[in-house]
């Protein structure tokens, strides 16, 4: 069994910094993209930012220069650095993965994506 687990959101006003955190665990053959999406109320779910299993970042345009996107490929996790946090940025945030999971003998099995449960973000003006 795969599982994301998320840390790091909170209350924070405009123009604060907070630092959000997803690790992977369970049995993970590999991960391929890692990803942040977040979902304000009544809005759809966005993506904020994709990283390759190389490092190499994308942003939604309402996120460059802000927030950046690292992961981590010893331990599995994958982390949001938000800084100039507005009242827009607002939402539940979601870490997600494509990941490859291994079967009882260790081998891979076909790519899933996998979804944390969500982490809340509130911005204070």
């Known amino acids: 069994q795969v599982q994301l687990v998320e840390s790091g959101g909170g209350l924070v006003q405009a123009g604060g910094s907070l630092r959000l955190s997803c690790a992977a665990s369970?049995?993970?053959?590999?991960?391929?993209?890692m990803a942040w999406y977040r979902q304000a109320p009544g809005k759809q779910r966005d993506v904020v930012a994709t990283?390759?299993?190389?490092?190499?970042?994308n942003y939604a345009d309402f996120v460059k220069g802000r927030f950046t996107i690292s992961r981590d490929n010893a331990k599995n996790t994958v982390s949001l650095q938000m800084n100039g946090l507005r009242p827009e940025d607002t939402a539940v945030y979601y870490c997600?993965?494509?990941?490859?999971?291994?079967?009882?003998?260790?081998?891979?099995?076909?790519?899933?994506?996998?979804w944390g449960q969500g982490t809340q973000v509130t911005v204070s003006s």
């Open positions: 997600n993965a494509n990941i490859l999971r291994s079967d009882v003998s260790g081998r891979p099995v076909r790519p899933m994506d996998y």
């Open positions: 990283i390759t299993p190389g490092g190499r970042g």
């Open positions: 369970g049995s993970i053959f590999s991960i391929n993209q």
